[in-house]
């Protein structure tokens, strides 16, 4: 439809049909005939300061002293709304305080304790004229509202000096003065009094946009405001052409923004998106007011109408109550009969909701305060199965399928629900009020909403973690090649730079392990086939261990006096081992003696170094390692006590052979053999001290402890100073239990 | 001090499932009581026993599923049930067949699927297919409209029939008319004359039939539509599926009447015949087991209308709103699945 037709439709008046709606009973006439009264002063004002940390800053501190629409918080950013103080007195506290908001939470308030004065603020002057301001520009008008800290005061409070600056060109301005809550009478009030600056406020709004039409929206409920408004309109500043008041039936929601849009124009707002870009601009009437008293007297938001209303107030009626006023002075001074099980509505009862805490103050959005005795409002009734009958979508004004979306929220199918647009749900009501069966429909519809939050708020976070954690795992393989490259870059140049000389050396070294192992392969006759399979040496090494455990148990008393490795240091968990290594050793030995076919199957066994006369070969495992290279000290020390040459076991074996001289034990390179080394030591000096009160002779082979020889034994490490100190202190304690031995024995 | 809290919104039109349970149940008086004038007392014995097994059958199924039985019960569903099963069975049909037909509507077909808002099908219609089905004799039998018939039924002949079983020579002593001929019901006349080669005119000059319309019939038809309209104007039902029943069976026959007029009936003979105006106002207008959106609805009533002429002009049953209901009830889903309403703000329906 072209607009200028539309156009056409609004100046005739046309009115297009509302989809859905309902009519409940409106109780107007309990508080719409008394004038606007005011309260007294409160004992104090708590100002919600919500902005602050995100788009606002405080002026003031704690202690101040502030006058009466004093500013109270600075803006840091282009949407931000100051807050004023509502009367003269000093800030006693900045402190968390109970929200006026369904949840009860609490936020950051300016508690404000009034000196009784109500001294206004300095900045606050006289009206200017309609053509004082003539010459100022938008943006200064802009300025002038956001300074007075102007939001919707239909309810929804959203920053006027936003909303008067769209984007897109303006052509149609709604003045919204329906009201089509029950109860609710604050317009209706403010326009039968107050409807000249109502109108000044309205051609100053006028003035911003330039709209090519102007319509101001009035339920035909309140025909003395029609006819109030009439009369100002035609004494304001408002042009004759383009301008209008326009009846609207009464229906419940038709004061919603979009349901608004609809009947007047039967445009529809598209999902998603504002009025003005359909260019079109919806303002309550209050607003307007409010809008007025700040361009022209500099007169900030510091209060507003409130109607407060029901069976359990003895003063029904409407009131100038000040932003920051706690609800339970207003209770109080309007004469409040009710107690803890009724209910205290803030808003009206379609849309309010029942607030818990009364020390929660008036707020900017707040219009009503209804509070009913227990059998004026619907009484709780138990919710029954829903019998489909399609009674709410029939009234649903967002045309909705409110029982689709009650089936699916019910059953926690968020996603269908969404499908269904519970997104477009404007919490009206209508759907609830018609239900035979007593569902709380709404209720369900604002926890799929939050359901609805919470996962998407939670697939954000999860999207997030696993980007960081791809990058992550890109980073450390990035690191890794980075790594391998350098050091194949260092092997490479090391390589290059390697002289011939140390070329061959190398290949000698290779060389002599080479026929070593050959050597080792063909002398000894025990000696299994070459290639070494795991598996057969796990297995080798299962029944040397279990064989060297049987020994052990077989000769719990040596023949020649054996000793016990066993007892020395069992509380030491490495000295058991070692200890078990030796025991193993030993009964190898006794086995190796008792016949002169040697266990073929331990000969390979990584651990067990003691096959052959000849040498040592290397250890596979680690521990296993160690335990041979003890295993290997101490045999060696009895191949040198005995005389007897041993083969010099190679040096190429690097990193394992602790046994090249039969002089002593070499020092061990690595640490953790020095302190194995040490270990040994020590258990060598404590088994001196105990076998010098009891045996005489020792076996050679087992005896860890020489009690002559043990200290000078074992030779220190070179590098590691906590070895060499574990060394000194092995070798004290040796002395030690020498020289006791030795007193004992004389 | 805190206040008490509960979520928006505060008021409620308070208009229960129970109230309008109980206003369906009142509207149907009327046609009740026509029904029993012209056709004796059995259809408010019936009614009644119907009710009555509802309520029991309904009270036992909730012990067994541990849900509270007062309050299911005090909703009204099972008694509209019973009642609607009631009128729907031939007055003088067996006590046991009113019983098991009872039973499978509420413990089977509405409680076993969930229960009061969760069943797919139409509870009093699938009973009747049921019994029709597996009872066919004795769900066929009904008795010659009082003001022709040569020995109408009274209440003591009723209940002994009924109770105490009836041997089929009685129960022929009573279809028979002031000619002794025994009487069909006037949409079973005139199928079987119709497949015996008469023309409608013929078939409707016989007893049965007074002026174009069936005997009896007609003002049953009558007094349930009356009944109908005043549910409409209190809003207990909404016009939709009615109307798109009456519509379609109306376009249906007129055009079937047009083409052919002596082997098609007319629109009027099929909308004030048999159980059209009960069902289309009382029973097809069942809100759990139809669609929901406004487009829907209409469509779900075109579809019985359609299928409720299909049947009685070339299918084996003499009247087809049982069998309809229930394909329309498959077909609910589907129809909602498709027939989504626009919402604000979305130019393309979702």
Known sequence: ?746 | MAFKIASSPHLSRSFQTSSLMQRVMLCALPGVAVQCFFFGWGTVIQALLAMSVALISEALVLKLRARNVTETLRDNSALLTGLLIGIAIPPLAPWWVTVIGTLFAIVIVKQLYGGLGHNIFNPAMAAYVMLLISFPVQMTSWVAPSVIASQPVDFIHSLQMIFTGASSSEISAYKLGFDGISMATPLDTIKTDLAMGLTTIESLSKAIFSNGFGVGWFWVNLAYLAGGLVMLKLKVIRWHITGGILAALFICSSIGYLLNPDTFTGPLLHLFSGATMLAAFFIATDPVTAATSVRGRLVFGALIGILVYIIRTFGGYPDAFAFAILLANLCAPFIDHYMKPRAYGHRSAT
């Open chain 1, 1 to 746: 439809m072209p607009v200028l037709t539309l156009f056409e439709q609004i100046d005739k008046g046309t009115l297009w049909r509302s989809i859905g709606g309902i009519h409940p009973p409106e109780r107007k006439s309990l508080s719409n005939r008394t004038s606007i009264a005011s309260l007294t002063i409160a004992d104090e004002y708590i100002v919600p300061l919500n902005q602050v940390g995100e788009s606002s800053v405080l002026a003031i501190s704690e202690g101040d002293y502030v006058t009466k629409g004093m500013l109270l918080t600075r803006g840091t950013h282009f949407g931000h709304l100051p807050v004023h103080a509502p009367t003269s007195g000093h800030v006693t506290k900045i402190e968390q305080r109970p929200s006026n908001h369904a949840s009860g939470l609490p936020v950051l308030s300016c508690v404000i304790t009034p000196d009784g004065r109500d001294t206004l603020s300095p900045d606050i002057h006289a009206p200017l004229s309609w053509s004082d301001i003539a010459a100022w520009s938008n943006e200064e008008i802009l300025k002038k509202i956001q300074d007075a800290g102007i939001a919707g005061l239909g309810g929804a409070a959203f920053p006027t000096h936003i909303k008067l600056n769209p984007a897109s060109d303006i052509e149609l301005l709604i003045i919204n003065a329906i009201e089509c809550e029950p109860y609710i009478t604050a317009d209706d009030m403010l326009m039968r009094e107050q409807s000249d600056a109502i109108c000044l406020g309205i051609a100053i709004i006028h003035r911003l946009l330039q709209p090519k039409r102007l319509i101001i929206a009035i339920e035909d409920n309140k025909p003395d405001a029609i006819e109030e408004m009439h009369h100002a309109l035609n004494r304001s500043q408002l042009p004759k052409e383009g301008v209008r008041i326009t009846s609207v039936p009464t229906l419940y929601p038709s004061g919603g923004e979009k349901q608004l849009i609809q009947i007047l124009t039967g445009e529809e707002v598209p999902s998603g998106s504002i009025p003005a870009q359909l260019g079109i601009v919806v303002q309550n009437v209050a607003t307007c007011y409010a809008i007025k008293e700040a361009v022209l007297r500099s007169y900030p938001l510091i209060e507003r109408v409130v109607t407060v209303t029901g069976n359990n107030t003895s003063n029904p009626g409407n009131y100038w109550v000040p932003i920051g006023t706690p609800i339970s002075h207003v209770l109080t001074q309007t004469g409040f009969r009710g107690n803890e099980t009724d209910k205290v509505i803030i808003g009206g009862p379609m849309m309010g909701y029942a607030l818990y805490n009364d020390s929660a103050p008036i707020i900017k959005g707040s219009n009503c305060l209804l509070l009913p005795d227990s059998k004026e409002l619907a009484p709780e009734q138990k919710e029954l199965p829903c019998v489909r009958c399609g009674e709410c979508a029939q009234v649903c004004p967002a045309q909705l399928l409110p029982q689709q979306l009650f089936w699916h929220a019910k059953a926690k199918e968020y996603d269908k629900a969404v499908n269904f647009n519970l997104a477009d749900c404007i919490e009206c009501g209508c759907c609830t009020y018609v239900c035979p069966s007593n569902i709380p429909l709404v209720e369900y519809y604002r926890i799929a909403k939050s359901a609805v939050k919470t996962e998407a708020e939670e697939k954000k976070q999860a999207e997030l973690a696993k980007q960081r954690f791809e990058l992550r795992t890109q980073r450390l393989e990035d690191e890794r090649l980075a790594r391998e490259a350098k050091q194949k870059e260092a092997a490479e140049r090391r390589k290059s730079t390697m002289s011939s000389t140390d070329k061959d050396a190398v290949a000698e070294a290779m060389a002599r392990i080479k026929a070593k192992k050959a050597a080792a392969g063909s002398n000894a006759s025990t000696t299994a086939p070459d290639a070494p399979d795991n598996k057969r040496k796990d297995v080798a090494a299962a029944i040397a261990r279990a064989k060297a455990n049987k020994a052990a148990q077989n000769n719990p008393d040596a023949s020649a006096g054996h000793s016990q490795p066993s007892e020395v240091n069992s509380g030491d968990d490495k000295k058991a081992q070692i200890a078990a290594a030796v025991a193993r050793a030993k009964a190898k030995k006794a086995a190796q003696q008792g016949s002169k076919t040697a266990s073929s199957d331990e000969s390979n066994v990584s651990v067990d170094p003691i096959d052959t006369p000849e040498g040592v070969t290397a250890p596979i495992d680690d521990k296993k390692a160690k335990i041979a290279a003890a295993v290997a000290r101490a045999k060696a020390k009895k191949v040198a006590q005995q005389g007897s040459k041993i083969a010099s076991s190679d040096e190429s074996t690097v990193s394992l052979d602790p046994i090249d001289t039969p002089e002593g034990v070499t020092a061990p390179i690595d640490d953790k053999k020095a302190k194995i080394a040490a270990a040994v030591s020590r258990a060598k000096a404590k088994k001196a001290a105990q076998q010098a009160s009891e045996a005489d002779s020792f076996d050679e082979i087992v005896a860890p402890v020489k009690t002559s020889d043990a200290p000078q034994e074992v030779a220190p490490p070179v590098d590691d100073k906590k070895a060499r100190i574990a060394v000194a202190i092995a070798k004290a304690k040796a002395k030690k239990a020498m020289l006791k031995t030795e007193s004992e024995k004389e």
